[in-house]
């Protein structure tokens, strides 16, 4: 058996509809065996919290190896998990096809997934419901009083104490008026279809875009406005369901799945280009349903027309139909490339975007930031989240500059938060927003 693969990864179907996937004697047995590849080659060291967990359990056992480690202390290598993929998208030489059959983030979501069947905080449950705390939360005046309360030292730490949300940790506020709202579909455009790309959009507002950076979505509709792309919101959506996947919570998935598949695979087979401005909503859709439901053809219909805005604005451009009569210069721009951008196997086609702009100095940073979603948000994860990200935070504020921007706003905020005094005058922006203030519309 050969050292590592040449070949590229694969991904098997998750298996979470046989009865055998929820056997606890069998995830820890599988658990054990994958435990033992990583101790053995210890490559994914310096990725995140997960894996020096893992091999300071081992290096303290009686044994020095994985049969030392107590089954019960399996759960806190699982709770550092935070199901980037980047271990198997990245680092591991062992992933299929190669015979070892290594699936880190696979093997984590399926302890995770029996772990949720067993009773969850209400903590998680609650923060994994975005559309839920969204409507509440983006009420006017709610969202000014919920926005208010946020900022205030003592009610984060009561708020600490009753929820397990780091008072220390700076929240996205909620916006008075949701995205969807305010939104106007465009469609006076005659629809150009390209070699890579079909001429008509359907824009996928996103729970963040909608209740919380309402303007990321409104920047999306205004580019595509610019460059004469018909487009429609979406008619209906739920939450995508990458907050209850990252919580195990596969019931939850698959009900915001019947949601929004039948919608989204009417637009695709529509001829749409379904985009989604925030990475880990596009990769749910590109990436994880289709590994739950690997025979649903509306599924895969869905995946197929789905893209990153700044994939298909760049594939557009190869089309001959995206505009480049930039009118102002950003400076110098510090970018993040989020996980789930990385993941996705596109390239880096946001800072090929920001990059073609003149007066424009791009200094990309391509390392997980560490706050993924709610998980940097909870209490007991905060201080490592911020340690994960002190990399990041000192290569931004580095080159002094104008912008600090990430595909994943949630990223953003929280490497702008750990640049503190750091970040001088620069001014935390969306991809979406830099391209459309370079256009100057």
């Known amino acids: 058996m050969r050292e590592g693969s040449l070949e590229a990864p694969t991904r098997h179907p998750l298996d979470w509809k046989n009865p055998q996937f929820w056997d606890q004697a069998s995830a820890e047995k599988e658990l054990e065996r994958?435990?033992?590849?990583?101790?053995?080659?210890?490559?994914?060291?310096?990725?995140?919290?997960?894996?020096?967990?893992?091999?300071?359990?081992v290096d303290s056992s009686s044994t020095l190896e994985v049969d030392g480690v107590a089954k019960r202390d399996y759960a806190k290598v699982v709770d550092q998990c935070y199901l980037c993929d980047l271990c198997y998208m990245t680092k591991c030489p062992y992933v299929p096809p190669h015979p070892w059959n290594v699936d880190f983030p696979h093997v984590m979501l399926r302890a995770k997934a029996i772990k949720f069947r067993k009773g969850i905080k209400f903590r998680d449950r609650l923060l994994s419901s975005t559309d839920?705390?969204?409507?509440?939360?983006?009420?006017?005046?709610?969202?000014?009083?919920?926005?208010?309360?946020n900022k205030n030292g003592l009610?984060?730490?009561?708020?600490?104490s009753t929820l397990g949300v780091h008072k220390?940790?700076?929240?996205?506020?909620?916006?008075?008026?949701?995205?969807?709202?305010?939104?106007?579909?465009?469609?006076s455009f005659p629809v150009r279809d390209g070699k890579n790309t079909p001429g008509k959009v359907a824009l996928f507002a996103t729970c963040y875009a909608n209740y919380n950076e309402p303007v990321i979505g409104h920047d999306l509709a205004a580019i595509l406005e610019?460059?004469?792309?018909?487009?429609?919101?979406?008619?209906?959506?739920?939450?995508?369901?990458?907050?209850?996947l990252e919580l195990g919570d596969l019931n939850g998935v698959d009900s915001l799945k019947k949601i929004n598949i039948p919608v989204l695979a009417k637009y695709a087979a529509g001829g749409y280009a379904i985009l989604a401005p925030v990475p880990s909503c596009v990769l749910m859709f590109k990436q994880e349903l289709p590994l739950m439901y690997p025979d649903d053809a509306d599924v895969l219909a869905v995946r197929d027309a789905m893209f990153d805005p700044f994939e298909y604005f760049v594939l557009r451009r190869r089309d001959g139909f995206f505009k480049t009569n930039f009118m102002?210069?950003?400076?110098?721009?510090?970018?993040?490339?989020?996980?789930?951008?990385?993941?996705?196997?596109?390239?880096?086609?946001?800072?090929?975007?920001?990059?073609?702009i003149p007066g424009t100095e791009v200094v990309t940073v391509e390392r997980c930031s560490g706050h993924d979603g709610t998980w940097g948000v909870k209490?007991?994860?905060?201080?490592?989240?911020?340690?994960?990200?002190?990399?990041?935070?000192?290569?931004?504020?580095?080159?002094?500059?104008?912008?600090?921007?990430?595909?994943?706003?949630?990223?953003?905020?929280?490497?702008?938060?750990?640049?503190?005094?750091?970040?001088g005058e620069a001014v935390k922006a969306h991809p979406l927003t830099l391209l459309r203030t370079a256009y100057g519309i």
């Open 328 to 356: 102002k210069g950003l400076g110098k721009v510090a970018y993040h490339i989020p996980c789930h951008s990385r993941v996705q196997n596109i390239g880096q086609k946001t800072r090929e975007m920001l990059e073609s």
């Open 379 to 423: 209490a007991e994860y905060f201080e490592n989240s911020m340690k994960i990200g002190r990399p990041v935070f000192r290569m931004m504020a580095e080159p002094a500059p104008n912008y600090v921007s990430s595909d994943c706003p949630i990223a953003a905020r929280h490497i702008l938060q750990g640049m503190a005094g750091d970040a």
């Open 132 to 149: 839920a705390l969204g409507k509440l939360a983006a009420i006017p005046v709610v969202a000014q009083t919920v926005n208010a309360v």
């Open 226 to 244: 610019h460059n004469q792309i018909p487009y429609v919101i979406v008619e209906k959506e739920a939450c995508c369901g990458m907050p209850k």
């Open 155 to 160: 009610a984060r730490t009561i708020l600490q």
């Open 34 to 57: 994958i435990f033992e590849i990583c101790h053995g080659c210890r490559r994914c060291v310096n990725l995140c919290t997960t894996f020096p967990t893992l091999f300071d359990l």
């Open 168 to 187: 220390d940790r700076e929240l996205p506020p909620y916006a008075p008026k949701k995205f969807r709202s305010a939104a106007k579909t465009n469609f």
